[in-house]
Nanobody, 121 residues
């Protein structure tokens, strides 16, 4: 059993910042890519940022330059700092982890339950 628990969402004024955290727990052998996605009402889920176990990062153009993704491999935790927030950043943010529960098993993507981020203008 694997769980991803997110925290850090909430209501923020435009121009503000916040930090999202996501901790993976349970039967985990290794974690490859950890990431953050978001889904706004009426829109498809989209990638915000992701980070590999080696620290390589990828960002969506919409958040590039005002966001930082990081991870603590010892804690199986991924973080997302978002700065200069805009109303269009309002969405439910989901963390993801591509992990193996056992060296003999395939890698699967697990998802958190989502945390709401609302940016007021």
């Amino acid at each position: 059993q694997v769980q991803l628990v997110e925290s850090g969402g909430g209501l923020v004024q435009a121009g503000g910042s916040l930090r999202l955290s996501c901790a993976a727990s349970g039967s985990i052998f290794s974690i490859n890519v950890m990431g953050w996605y978001r889904q706004a009402p009426g829109k498809q889920r989209e990638l915000v940022a992701q980070i590999t176990s080696g620290g390589s990062t990828t960002y969506a153009d919409s958040v590039k330059g005002r966001s930082t993704i990081s991870r603590d491999n010892a804690k199986n935790t991924v973080y997302l700092h978002l700065n200069s927030l805009k109303p269009e950043d309002t969405a439910v943010y989901y963390c993801s982890s591509d992990l193996r529960q056992d060296p003999s098993r395939f890698q699967y993507r697990y998802w958190g339950q989502g945390t709401q981020v609302t940016v007021s203008s």
